[in-house]
């Protein structure tokens, strides 16, 4: 039977965790280093469209994931002097730079979506980079698209759920199957699931105060809108676990 929360194995050849060695960011970890928690003054998770990318539901699924509203802000093109001629490629660093000065003094986090390809310095091409101190990220679609909608989709919801974590000050997962684990290719991020595990959940509960039913329950609203049956159910799952088990503080 696979379980819903799994530990990861040993690292295969040439996957993230064979190249980066992290250290796991443990909960007293990440209240003790948060550099961005949601406050009354600073509680939006804004989306910024950088060209035209295609969002399809990924507000509305930023609003379910995290628990906080989202904007979606007018698009507006890419930044020029990101752009690299030789490469056609953007700066990812740059963008960020230039992003950092359009955060909202009311955003918890920014998050730019951008349909044309990322690099940074010493990498080929990045799907995306968030900043754990400055509120703000950046991700692009560029790399995502396949004729599979629905794959497509999945990836980007993933792309942007990964980097928001980065932005909530959520280092990569390195201990179980998650949403926040590393990935050095196309293959290896689409082998990884879109729910977060149990020690960066709590992250997200003590960042934002989400309430975790009322998370998994929009969850499984979503999940079950997109027709996505297996996601949907595992969310209903959690859900069921919670009322068996009994909620923290009760009895
Ligand atoms: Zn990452
Ligand atoms: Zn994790």
Redesign the pocket.
Known sequence: MVKDFERLAPPRRGEWRSLFHEKEQTFDDYVARCANRRSDARSLLVLQPLGSPELGRMADYAEAFFGLTVRVLPARPLFDPAHVPTRDQYNSSMVLDELAALVPSDALALLGIADRDLFARGKPYVFGEGSLERRVGVCSLARLSTSDRPLAERRALKLMTHEIGHILSIAH?V??R?V?QGSNTLVESDGHPLY??P??LRKLEWNTGVDRDARYRRLEAFYGRAGWTVDAAWAARQLKKRSVLGRPGEG
Do not use: E, R, V
């Open positions: 997962c201990t179980h998650c926040m977060l595990c020690a960066d």
